[in-house]
């Protein structure tokens, strides 16, 4: 387990690997937390800051901000309509 800056814990490589240019991806991320362990934004088990590198956010092709927690963001109508918008983008 690795601790970032606001002490959220995590697991994964700290080094930033590039994806391949071909590879598209939009970023959706949470931000209604209420755990008051951490310090700062966060989406209720994740903080903001960990979600948005900026790495990341210059490679997407778009970032989208749900007001959801880290698990009601897998189930939202909003989140899945918009991803369902985005994957009938690149069908064409």
Request: hydrophobic share 35%.
């Amino acid at each position: 387990m690795k601790e970032d800056s606001y002490g959220t814990q995590w697991e994964g490589k700290e080094e930033w690997e590039e994806l391949p240019p071909q590879v598209k991806f939009c970023l959706f991320f949470g931000y209604r937390g209420d755990n008051i362990l951490l310090k700062g934004a966060d989406d209720g088990s994740i903080a903001l800051r960990s979600q948005l590198d900026p790495r990341a956010q210059s490679e997407a092709a778009r970032c989208f901000g749900f007001n959801e927690n880290h698990v009601s963001i897998l189930f939202s109508k909003e989140v899945i309509r918009r991803h369902k918008e985005m994957l009938s983008n690149v069908a064409g």
